[in-house]
Each structure stands twice: as C-alpha cells, then as structure tokens.
C-alpha cells in the first residue's frame, strides 16, 4: 500500500473573524515555521494513488450474502445542468460532467462514457479542468471531504488535498499558469483556500465570507489576484508577500447606492478592475473595491434580461454570458474607461456583437477549446442541452449546435417496457422520452404544453406489442402514446432516418389538478389516476379510454397499487399524502348514459388512518435499554462478590442504593400525521408502509379494519408490525422495488443512495431485513430517488432521481451478462397511417371529465327550459294574434259601440308593474357599467389630453393653379419648464446686496445721529383714558341736576382742554417736520442722489467681455433663474409668433373654403346659363378646385356610430384572418371616412348625374319650345337672352378665374411672409441653443455660487449679531460710566459733609480723617492683610482730594490699628459717632465703585474683543465679495466661450480691409443695427445733456446766493420777535414763563373728577342704608308672624299631652281588671308597660325642655334674629325625635334674608 502523504500542521484561522463586514482586509499566513529536521519530502512527479483505494464502492453488512458487485454501472443518460458550473471540455470531443456520486467523462461523437466515482460517497462539489487539459481536478462533498486530482487521458488519482472544509467544496480554480488552486468550500466554515496541489500543500486559507460564495477565480493577468464571489457580496483577495510570510488579504466590495446583488459572474481586467453582473442584468465595474459604474445598453436597458451567470475577458474581449440565452460581447476599452456622467451611476453602451440561441435557452456557464487552430465554446444550457458554438463573429462563423439534450430539473416519472430493453421518462421540462438502455441511446422526445408528473407503461394485457404509455401532468390531463417504428409504416419504408416515433393517441382531463399517480390492472381492463385533487378516476380499457367514475379520497393521492392477481378479488390501494390508506374495489363499468355524474358514491370504500407509535416504540426501547443495564450491573455486582469469596473474603451482600434514574421521555404524538412516501401489498387487506417527517426509520405493517363507519377523519389506527431500518430516521425510503432475479427489495432512499435486502420465501419480518447492500448514487443532497424499474428480465436496474440523473445498471456480473442485448421497437397499429393526428387539450384551464358532464348536464337543462319558454311564447303569440283580430273588429264597428283601449286593459297596475321593472333593470345596468362607463370616460380624456390636446394639427395649405403651399409651424403646448416666475426673478445676491445696503445705512445713521432722550408725554394719554371713562354709560341710578351740570361742566373743561392740547400737538408738529426738513451739513439731494445711483447702475461697461477689467453690474449678473426666465420668454415668443402664423394659414384654409363654396355656386350658374346656349358657344368652365386630405386634418379624430361599427367590424376580421397585411386596412377605412367631406363635389357621379338630368329635361323644354315658329318679337327677346347669356358666361368665369388669381396671390404673399419668419425662427432656434448651452453651464456653477452666497449671508448675519452686541456694549458701557460718575460725586458729597463737620481749627481733624480713612479690621491677621491690600486705592483717591491736607502714607500703613470704640479725649461725641457713620458710607461707596470699574472694565474689554471680531468679519466679508465677484467673471469668462452663430450678410460686414473681406474674424464684434444706431445717438444726447448740466448749475449757484441773503434776514427777524415776546412776558408776569405749561395746568380736571365720584358715591350709600332699613322692618313682620305660629304649636303640644295624660289612665285601669285568661300574656304586657313608662319620661323631659326654651326665645329672639340676619343666616327651631307612636312637630326653617346669595 502507497503511502499517503502527510498534512500541514496548521491553525484554523476561522475563529479569528468574526465580523466580516468591521474587517475589509483579512489576512492569515500559514508558513509553517519548520526547523531543517521538520521539511517534509517533496512529492515525485511520477507518484500516482491506485483507483481501487480511492473510489468509495457499495458497502455490504456483514452477514449479508449479497455481492458487493451486485450493481455494475452502465449508463447515464440524465444530466444536471441547473448545477452552476456543471460543465468541462477536456477535448474537443470530450466533456465531463457531475452525476450524482459520479464524474461522467462523455464522447461526444460516439456517446461513449467513462465514469470516476467519489472517493468519499459523499457526492460531488465541483469539477475543474487544468488549463493544459492534462489534470481535472474533483472537489467532493461529505464529512471531511477531499479534492481529488485526476490525470488525463488516463484517469489515474494523482493528489489528493485533504483539509480544506468542513463538509463540502462548491467551486474550484485553477490560475493560469496551472500551479495552484483555489477553493471555496460551503457552510459552516466558507473557507477559501489556495493550493500548492502538486506537493498537496496548503499555501493560504481565510474565510471567504460569512454567506454562501458561489465562486472563487484567478485573475488571468496577476495569478496574486483572485476575486470571490456569492450571496450580496464580491470580495477581492491578494496575496501579499510581507515580513513574517505569504498573507492572504481580502477587500469586501462596498455597493453604496447601488441595489445589493448576488454575484455569480465576475471577471478581473488586465488593469485590475474588476466588472461583475448582477441580478437584473446589468454589468457593475468595480476600482479599488467600490462601484466605479453600472454599464447599461442604450435606452437604459439591461445589458441582459435576467441575471448576468459568467463573464468571460478572452483575446481582449469582454464576454457576457445571460439567463435569457444570449452571449454579448462588449468593446473592452469603453468598459474599462467608462466613468459617471450624472448621479445615477449609470453609463449607456452597446454591445459589439451578440449571440441569441433561443427563446427557451438559459446558459449558465461556457468554457473555450482549441481544434486544429480554430476556438470553440461550449454552453451549459438549464433548460437540458450542451451547445457547441463559434464566438468569433464573421461572415465563417458556424450555427450555435445542440450536441446533446436531456431533461431539465428532477426526473418526476420513469416506466419499462415489458417486452424490451426501452424506458419512458418525463419531468417538469413538458417532454417525454424514450430511451434504449441496451444501446445507451436516446430513441424520440415529444414535448406537451405542461410538465409531466406520472407515468406507467401498459402492460402486456393492455398492449400485446408493448408499445402503450400512459403520462399524467402537472394540469391534470392524461395522454395516452404509443411508441412504434415509423420504418414498419406501409409505404414509409427507408423513409424515416428515426429509429422510433411517439404518437399521440388519446387525451383526456379527469382532474382539476396535478396527476400523482397511474396504475394499471392486474388483469389489464382498468387505469387508475390519481391526482392531488383528493380524486382517483377510473377508466375502462377498450379500443379507447372510457371514463367509469372517480371517488374522493382524504388527502392528495402518493401512489396507487392494484392487488396481485392471486388474490383472487381485485383491489385498488390508495396512498395519501396526508397519512390515509384507503382500498376500493375495482368498479363496474357498463353503459351509464343516464348517469349526471362520474362520481361514483356506492362504491364501497376501507379507510386507514396512521396514528404514531414510533414514540411508544423508543419508549419501550428505553425502558429495555435501562432494564438491560441493571441487570448487566447487578450481574458484575454478582460475579464481584463471588471472586472476593473464592480469594477467602468475606463480602457483606447488602443491595448498594441504586442511583435515581431520569424519568422517562414522554409519549409524543405529531399534529399534523406523517406523510406516506410509498407502500404496497402484503396480503390481502394488508399492506407495508414507509413514511417521512418523524415516523420515519421503520416499515409499519398495517391492515383494514371490517365493518366500520367511522368519520376517516377521527379514525387512529395503528401497525400491527414494525421493522425497524437501519440509519432512516433522517434518510427515509421513498421508493420500493422488487426482483425476482435474485429475491431482492430494493429502496431508493432520500439522500439518493440503494438499498438491497434480500428477501426470504416467509416474506418480510423482523430479522429478515438486518442486513443490506447500500451504494451511493445521486446527489446526496438534491438526488432523491424518484423511480426504480427493472427491466423485463431482471437482467438491469434503471434509477431516477431530483438531480436530473437517470443511471442504468447490470444486474448480473460482467461475466454472466450476453454481449450483446438486443432491442425489438414495437411496430405501428393497423391504420396508424390513416389516422387524424389527435386533438391535444392546450388550456391549462380547460374542463375536466366531471365538469364536461356537469356542463352538459346543465346544457340539456337549459335546452330543456328554452323549449319550455318557446311552448309559452308561441302560446303567447296566439293570444296576441287573436288580440289583435278582436281589435281589428272593434275598429269595425260603429263609434258608439267601439270600446275604448283602455277597456281592454283587464288591470293597469300590470303595466305600470312592468315599467317599473323595466325601469329598474335600466337602472340597475347603468349601475353596473357606472363604474365601466367611468374609467373608459377617464381613459379617453386622458388619451385625448396626452396625444392630440398637446398637439396642434398641422395642415398644408395648396394653391389652386400652382404647385405652391404653406404649411402650419407643429406646436406643443408651452413648456412649463422655463416658465417665469415674477416671485423667483430676483438672484439670491441681490437680496444679500440688499441687506448689506441697509446695514451700512443703519450703521451711518447711528453715527450721524446723536443720541437724544424724548420727553415721555403721558398727560395725553391719562386724559384720553380719563375722557373715555367719562364717556362710559352712567350707572343706572337717579342723579341729582347738581351733579349733572358738574359733569356737563367738566364735559366743557375736557374739550376745551383737548382743543388746546390738539393746537399744541399741530404746532408742536409743524415745529417737527419743519427742522426735519432742515438739511444736514453734508446733506445730498436725494433726487440728485437717486439719478447718480441710477447713472452709475445704467451706465454699463462698454469694455469687450472677455476683456479682464470688464466689470457686470448687479443687474447684468447672470443666474440660472434668470437664464430660465429668459429662455421660457424666448419661448413664449416664438410659440406666439408661431401661433399667430398658424392662425393665419388657417384663416387661409378658411377663405380657401370659401372661395371653393363661393366657386361652386358660380359653377352652378354658368351650367344654368349654359343650358340655354349652344353648345359651340359654351366657354371652357374651369374645375372646381377641392381641399386635400392634409387641409383638413382635425377630421382625423373626428368619428360617428358607423366609423366605429365599421372599425370595429375589420378589427374582428382582422383577429380572425391574422393576416399582416390587413393591419393596416381599419386605419386606412378610419381615414378614409373621416376625410370624407359633406359637399358634393363634382368628380362625385351622383352630382354629375343629377346636374346632367337637370340639363336633359332643361334641353327638352327648350326643344318642345322651339318646335313652335317664333315670332319676330319673341327672335328679338331670343337674342337679346342670348347676348345677355354670353355675357352672364364670361363674366362668371372671369370672376371664378379672379378669385382663384386672388386666391393663390394670398397664399404667395403669406408663403413669402412665413419664409422670412422661418429664417427668424432658425435664429431664435439657435439662440434657444446657446441660452440651453448657458444654462448648463450656469447649473454646473450654481453650487460654487450657493455656496459663496450662503457664505456671504451667513458673515452679514453674523456681522449683523456683532453689531447688536457692540450697541448693547456700548449702552452698557455709558450707564456704567454715568454710575461712575454718580459714585464719585456721592464720594466728594460725602468728604465735603465731613470736611463742614469739622469746622475751622478743628484739633482732632487729622485723627478723626484717620478714622474716616481707616478700613475695618478683624482681630484675625488675614483680615488686616486684607485691608493693607486695599490701602493703595484709597491712597489714589484720596489724593486726589487735596482739600483734606493729611499724609496718606501714615493712615495707610498696615502697622496701625485704630479702635474704634473708643473715642479720642477732648472730642465731641456726636462728632465721632458722625465720623464713624460716614465711614460706613464711604467703604459702601467704595465697594460699589470698585465693582462699577471692573464692570467698565470687562465691558471695555468684551467691546474691544466683538470690535476686532467685526473687523475680522468685514474683512472676509470683502475677501468673500471678492471670490463671488471673480467666480462671476470666470462665469462670463466660460459663457464667452460658447460660440454663437450669427448668420450674417455681405452687406452687413462694415470691417473690410482695403475693401476685402477680412479672413481674420475673431478681433471684430457684431452689433446690431439699433445698437450701433443707438451709440451713435447717445454721444449726440451726451453732448447735449452736458451744456445743459453746466446751465442748471449756473442757475443753483445764483439761487444759493439768494438763499444764504434771505436766511440772513431771517434770523435778524425772528431776534426781534423773541425780544419783543420776553418784553410782553416780563411786563404781564413780571418773569418769563413758559406758556403750554401754563395752558396745560389752568384746569385740575382729575380733581373736578374725583369730587364728582365723591358725590356719587355718597348718594350709593344713601341709598343702600334706605333699602337696609326696609328689608330690616319686613324682617321684624317675619319674626311677628313665626312667633304667632309657635304660640299655636304650643298649645296644639298641650293639648295633646292632657290627651296622653287621659289615655295613660285609661290603660292602667284596664290593666288592673284584667282576668285570668290574660295571664299567658302577661310577661309581654310588662315589658310594653315598661317601655310606655320609660317613653313617656322621655316626653315629659323634652315638654319641659322645650317649654323652657320657649320662654328664653321670647327674650333673646330680637338679638338672634339681628345676628343670623347680619351674618345672612337662617333661624333653626329643634325638632323632638320622631317616634311610630308618638308624632312631633316639624321643624321649620326661616330664611331671614333671602337676597343674600
């Protein structure tokens, strides 16, 4: 045995990312650090593994005596092209493909095939080629799985690389060079890794990613580049050679905006970038790991439609490969160049050459191969082919070719032929095949409209020739084919190259949905159909399939299984998925033509419903399992005992305590019951079953139960037996089959491997199916097993599987198989070639069997009504002939005795009835199509509004006698893009300039200005609040007259008042506005000042544009608003003076109608006139001109009932024909009636014919008439007619010649008119270009310029800020200044009091100073330091106060501390005790100073710092300024650069040069007439207007001479005046007074107010104490009254106590005589006695209380009632307690003041 080689010791480096997408590079170097004794061997070249050791083979038990050679593959005739790369092309015959566990390598000239197996039996990831075509390697799936190396053309194992995943490989490359590969390996682990495969290394691994990687491939250019590829992700790696080894580092691609997409096909290009698809077809160029562009075709279409699957970078070309079957190939240079052009990412392009295979195509991989010098490529095709094709696209390029067709997808059916070597299959493709299994060939296909899902070939009772199958599809439908030999067709020998042919032989539809099953027979009469629809229809077998019946069953059908002829009673077994067995009887078929229904509802039916026991059975499987360990335990105790009793120790026996066992699993039932995969008959009434789900891993023997009626639905039955099968929990059967030669059943499990058991003559039991033979072959993943067949000899074994994979195998060793099998295709049935091809059902909607009859059912039940209803109107009709009959006779009869109509109406409510009704139903329908009626309204105006009320029709104007015409100009409606906006006009930098203005203004107003404080005059507006109450309505009270006239009086004062305060307000006001007006010293006129401000804007900047001084003003500046009112302006004035030519041609079309109607009538006469001449003397009359069909082209929409009828007539007919060239016969009628037009024309037959017999009987008068001799007077009149005639005749001719003359003279004039126009409009054509040109270019700068503006706002808003807060600094500043200055008077104030308090020659002036100048000290030393800190102020102020004389440096020396409460001796007390007091003030005042200066301070300070930071501003305000200015004139800079077209004249180039035309053009201008005329004018006007200038400044100067001479007087006039008033005052006052103080306060109007308050107040009060003293007096009536009604109540109380008192009596005496028949009761008397007694003790007690209370009430009633009325109460009597017995006075309640709230 070879030695394997040994692995890399080496560190999984998954763990180390976590987080793909935190981590863009990943690295992991796996250089193993070896020392000189640790390197391994190099691996020889010529070392090769042996086959035998590497193929995984069948495995076998061990006592099984089964051969592991039991199977020996043959074939594959399946291939599973829906695998992503699923093809390689070792030559140019060769390709190699996975099926299942197998690598087929196919020839595909001669369909030989050499098969590789797995090495692990785990299935297969991938396959590669090596680029030399020498090796391929295979990348297996499973646990641990390998990449196996294979050379070729040998097929020898040369390496196996082991290590690289955990479960399975998906995709692996090679790089160019052939020297390493690369990996990628599935979940968990996605590890990718890259192999030195020669010396089976591992070089790097990293993990690709966290999601499903599709692909991983080497860049063609650079082999130290691979991208990768999967699941919303691309990843781009390199290895990176660096310090500590080779890393591998990855960058993960970021999509951005772009949409996120699988990536499948990918490509890197020769300069690193990368260019992947997507998954809606467009290509993605990746630079640097993002999204560079997304290429698109032109039209934003997708590059392909559908998702990109490869794109291939060959020879220099760019390959795409698509889902819809079409290979593009694409301009590399323009893909490699390609860069954003707006904001979509999206670049337009076209493919250079494409290549589209079919409609039904989906490539999905192409690989290349040279032959003899020429490149092929072969395709992957998903829909089932291998495609050869030639991709150099030339004039010698071959036809794309089909070198092979399979099925695509899973197989859903297969089916043998009972007499020969041939199989049926079909899939969900739509097609069925047919294969040779003895010649390994495909024979015929047919394909169907729907895919088939079931299939059973007749057997030979059915079809003696075996040529009979059956195939249900996914639509319910069932087709019956045959298969023959076309050659054994008389008169078709030699004819058919086909070996066989399929015929469709009959078809029919028994179920509604997919057919799951089809079972013939034992006997051969019945076909049984199953199908998810809970149906299973029967038909009988003849000549043709004759439907029975179906019955309904309670689940979707699984499989259907006739019982086995022995026996005896034929039985159907019915498999449902849902967990439901049921088994029916054959039914009986004879003729049931009577029969409304198919369903077959007597049939008698067995019902098994699965219930779980799996759970039971681990149960008890536990149970033994723990019972079994204790006794193996107790057993060892056992044997432990007796060897320490044979070594002679004694052992005490005592039972050790068993440990606690964990309770056992409880009983778990599924809810919903396991699904039935597949079962079959083991007796009769019995049967085996397999399940899925969480039954499965066991064969449940089952039997029907007898007899019962039960709902199937509640039934539970369970399995008699069980057999458990080895290692199916998770892998169930699904398919069992069985041969005889050997006995064997044969499974076909989910993971798609088989299983054979051998079967013993008892028949399956429990210990019988232990061992097994088992072998991999379909794809353990997707490879189901869906059918298993033996051939008709048991000689071969057929498999099928959900991978596409059909495999064939030899039953028998290779030894014992023949050489050669022969195959016998059945011959044709008799007449097969005078048949009818049969109708095939195509409507996947189409009725079945069951709902045929239904129909026809209901039909024959509506026929059978109709003939009902004709019965009853023919019976009808009678009745309304004889009706009509008796009316005829009464309209016979004479008018007395005819009835009247109304006596026949036997009842009006009848007909009224049926109006309503039919009123009813009309309204009823146009409910129903309201909403119809609506939305075809809705559509029409929308039509209407998108297609012809945007448009303008445009006609064509013809001439009458010439070839000339005018056309309308073709309008849209105006656009609403360009549209001025009035509110939008002015840029966003003239209101910034705005701002700024005002700003500038505000800031020199404040500066001029000085600060003033108004008085605040508030007198007004007391007296207009004082005059507004005295205008308040007056309380409604009696006044007196003298208050009355006090407020008439007052009412004088206050308008006298107001006249005077009004006087002084208007001269007060006239005062203002007069010094208003007074100019300032600098003061410029602001007419004067608007006119220069205007000039300078106006006067423009005639310097060249492109020169660098040319300065734009504010209104010059160009935007883009004002670019697009300009451009929607120039618009607008081209669509008017388009639309004004138009209406002017259509006022022609207009005349022309009418001159033609006009020409018509004077046809019409001449005609007349005509009649009565000669025929020699008629004149030529001219033709009627007619309108063309683009004259009138708004009749093109115009339509009526029948245009419509008849469109919609060729519309039918052209659905009917579906003939192409009747397409265009309904727009031609449509046309064709509307440009029909309503007057008679004279090419019209009809007209000619009439105008001709109109002539004839004209000419036959006129013959009767000159059949009669005229006379001479009636020859004269005759000739005098004639001349008449003759000129009547030239003259209307002549006038018909004019107006056609004047006619066409109009259309020249107008035609020359819009020809001018047409050149103006070329003009405004290209100026619309050159404003659209600007205006891109004004976008594009637009965002430089927002954000330069935005800029400027924000430092204006920001110097506007700065400028708020240095005014309010400022203002802050003054008040602090002003409160400095107050401080320091107080301070003066101060010493100056205590400098008078002193006196003169004061003794004890310095020490007292010293005190006053002391600051007071604490005992504590930190307080005195304190103090000394502060001295030197008070030395600054003090010495600045010279009059106090005292020496600062003694008073302030910090050694000295007075005591302060001592007074010196020989001082006044009062003296010191002031001296002290004043101090206290002056360190206040002090304090306060101190902290107004550092306040200044501060203030100064934070001015300082905002005045720096507005100057800062100001000057980036100016720099900003500056930017915007020169961005402005870089922006006239590029618009200059445009070129205009202007079309110009010889004539009109002034510049000539020696009288030539100058070949130098770029130093001349152009300018328009009306500009240089206007240059010209204007230097003129300047002229004038200057001399003018100098006049009206002479004429100022002499006015202002006279001004300052009139300003003198003046104020010499108003001195006298003001003399002469001080005079008048000092003379009248005796002092000068001010007289508006004066006027103000001659009247005191608040205090004439408040006396008048005062008077109405005092009468308020009069009249309040009146009003007490009434309600006081009706209070006392009250209190008078109450206590009347209480006497009363009294004396009621009285007298009803003597009346107690009396009863009391009474009841004693007649207790005393009581007899002794009373004595039972007297205990009871006794008590009630007592509780009297005690009750009226009670009384008694209340009486006298209330009388007592009663009698104090008298005394103190007018005191209480004074209190409760002032404190607005209410006046409480007691009431005594109630009592059943005893009944006591109410208590009443008085409200003394019931005005009181």
Known sequence: MEQEPAEDAEADPSGAEDNLDKQDNIQVSLEPQKRPEEVKKKLDENFFYTYEDVYSGPYATDDTEIPTDLLVFKHSFGYDCTRPVNLMVMDKHTVGYVAGNQVILQNLRTKYQKHVRSSCGGGIGFITAHPSKEYFAVGEKGKKPNIVIYTYPSVRPYRILKGGTE???????????????????????????????????????????????????????????????????????????????????????????????????????????????????????????????????????????????????????????????????????????????????????????????????????????????????????????????????????????????????????????????????TALDRSVRIYDFSSNSQLSVIKFKQGGTALAWAPAVVNPEGGLIAVGFEDGVVRIIEVYDPKLLPGHAGQSNEIAEINLKQVFKPHG????????????????????????????????????????????????????????????????????????????????????????????????????????????????????????????????????????????ETKEEEPEEEPLPPVYIPEESSPILCGFYSAPGKFWLSLGGYDSGFLYHCEFSHGDKEDPEKRRDEPFEVIPMEDTDNNPIHQISFCTRPPLMICGMQDGSLRAYPLSEKGLSVGALKDYWYLNVHDNDNGQIRGICCSHNDRCLITCGGDGNIFTFDLLSEEELPKELKIKIPPPRRGLEKEKATEDIKDPDAYTIEQYKQKKEHERKMKEAEEKKHKKREELSALRQDFVVLLQKNQELPKHMQLHREEFEMDRRIFEELDRQTLQRIQLVQKQLAWEHEKQLIGLQKLQTQFRDSLEFALTVHAIQSNH?????????????????????????????????????????????????????????????????????????????????????????????????????????????????????????????????????????????????????????????????????????????????????????????????????????????????????????????????????????????????????????????????????????????????????????????????????????????????????????????KIKNLYLQETLIKKINTLVINFDAELRLLRHKKLKMDVQMKSADLRCITCCEELLILKKLEIHEDLLEEKISALINKQENIHSKLKSCLAQMEDRKCEIVMLEEREKALYASFKASLGEDNEFADVLTDILKKKIECVEKKEVGREAGKQNENEEKDGEKPDLKTDEKNCGSESIVFDDSVCPEGCSEDLFLNTIQLRQQRISIEKALKEEKKAAASLKKEHNALAIEAKEIETSLDTTKRELEEFQWEKLHKLNELDVVVPLRLHQVQCLVDGEMPRDFSQTLVFTNQSLQYLKNRIVDLRNEKIMQREIHKKAKEQHKQLLQEKKEMEMEIQGLEERCNNLMMEKFGRLVDFEAVQVHSVNIPMEQMKVRIMEKEYENFMELKEWEERIVLLQHQLTKLTRENTSKLHQLNRFCHEKHQLETELESLTTGQGGEFEGTRSAEIKETARLESRLMHVTGEVALLKEEISQGRVDRCKELAFLSRKGGCLFLQALPQDSETSTPCSEIITNNPSHP
């Open 513 to 652: 949905a997919t057919v799951t099953a089809l079972a013939y027979a034992q006997k051969g009469s019945v076909l049984a159909t199953g199908s998810k629809d809970k149906t299973v229809f029967f038909f009988a077998i003849e000549d043709e399939y004759k439907p029975v019946g179906f019955i309904c069953v309670p689940g979707p059908v699984q499989a259907l299984q006739w019982s086995p002829p022995s026996y005896g009673k034929s039985t159907l077994l019915i498999l449902c998925k849902n967990g439901f067995a049921v088994q029916v009887p054959a039914p009986p078929h004879g003729k049931k033509d009577k029969v409304t229904t198919y369903h077959l509802k007597n049939l008698p039916k067995q019902y098994f419903h699965f219930y779980s026991i799996k759970s039971q059975i681990k149960l008890k499987e536990e149970i033994a399992r723990r019972e079994k360990e204790k006794q193996e335990k107790e057993k060892a105790r056992l044997e432990w005992i007796n060897q320490q009793k044979e070594l002679g120790l004694e052992v005490e």
């Open 965 to 1281: 015409q005018i056309s309308t100009y073709s309008l849209l409606r105006v656009s609403e893009k360009y549209t001025p906006d009035k509110k939008r006009v002015d840029s966003k930098w003239t209101v910034l300039k705005e701002k700024w203005t005002a700003l500038k203004e505000v800031e020199q107003a404040e500066e001029e200005i000085p600060r003033q404080i108004g008085r605040v005059h508030r007198g007004s507006v007391v007296f207009e609040n004082e005059t507004e109450r005295l205008k308040t309505p007056e309380v409604q009270k009696p006044t007196t007259r003298y208050i009355e006239s006090r407020r008439q009086k007052i009412r004088r004062l206050v308008e006298k008042y107001d006249a005077l305060k009004a006087k002084i307000m208007k001269r007060r006001a006239e005062w203002q506005e007069l010094y208003k007006s007074k100019p300032r010293h600098n003061h410029e006129n602001s007419k004067d000042a608007e006119e220069i401000k205007e000039a300078r804007e106006n006067i423009g900047c005639y310097r060249l544009k492109s020169a660098t001084n040319y300065t734009l003003t504010e209104g010059e500046r160009i935007s883009t608003e004002k670019k697009m009112v300009q451009l929607g302006v120039l618009e607008d004035l081209i669509h008017k003076a388009k639309e004004s030519m138009n209406k002017e041609i259509v006022s022609l079309r207009d005349l022309k109608v009418s001159t033609i109607d006009e020409i018509k009538s004077l046809v019409k006469q001449v005609k007349s006139i005509q009649a009565n001449l000669d025929a020699s003397e008629h004149l030529p009359i001219p033709l009627i001109p007619q309108l063309h069909p683009d004259e009138v082209p708004e009749k093109i929409v115009e339509y009526n009932t029948d245009v419509l009828l008849k469109f919609k007539e060729e519309q039918e007919a052209k659905e009917k024909l579906k003939e192409p060239l009747e397409e265009c016969l309904s727009s031609r009628a449509f046309r064709h009636v509307f440009l029909q037009t309503p007057p008679v024309e004279e090419g019209d037959p009809m007209a000619q014919a009439g105008d001709a017999s109109a002539v004839v009987t004209e000419q036959q008068e006129a013959f009767e008439m000159e059949k009669a001799e005229p006379t001479e007077m009636e020859l004269e009149i005759l000739k005098r007619e």
């Open 167 to 425: 479960i399975a490989y998906v995709f692996g490359d090679f790089n160019r060079t052939g020297t390493f590969l690369a990996s990628v390996g599935s979940s968990p682990d996605y590890m990718l890794t890259i192999w030195d495969w020669k010396q089976e290394e591992t070089l790097l691994r990293s993990k690709a990613f966290a999601q499903d990687v599709y692909r991983v491939m080497f860049s063609a250019e650079n082999e130290e580049h691979l991208t990768t590829g999967g699941s919303g992700h691309i990843r781009f790696w390199k290895m990176a050679l660096t310090l500590t080894g080779l890393k591998l580092q990855g960058a993960l691609g970021r999509f951005g905006k772009t949409a996120v997409s699988d990536i499948t096909g990918f490509v890197e290009l020769p300069d690193g970038k990368v260019v992947s698809g997507t998954e809606w077809g467009n290509l993605l160029l990746w630079e640097g790991g993002l999204i560079k562009v997304e290429l698109c075709q032109v039209g934003r279409k997708p590059c392909h439609e559908g998702p990109v699957s490869q794109l291939v970078f060959e020879e220099g070309d760019l390959y795409s490969v698509g889902k819809d079957g079409v290979i593009r190939m694409w301009n590399f240079e323009v893909v490699d160049t390609a860069d954003r052009v707006d904001d979509t990412g999206l670049v337009e392009m076209e493919p250079m050459n494409e290549l589209w295979l079919g409609k039904n195509v989906s490539l999905n991989f192409i690989t290349k191969i040279h032959d003899h010098g020429q490149s092929f490529w072969f395709a992957q095709d998903t829909s089932g082919a291998i495609w050869k094709l030639d991709l150099t696209f030339s004039n010698m390029s071959h036809d794309p070719e089909r070198m092979c067709t399979f099925h695509s997808g899973g197989i859903e059916a297969i089916g043998v032929s009972p007499f020969t070597y041939l199989m049926a299959t």
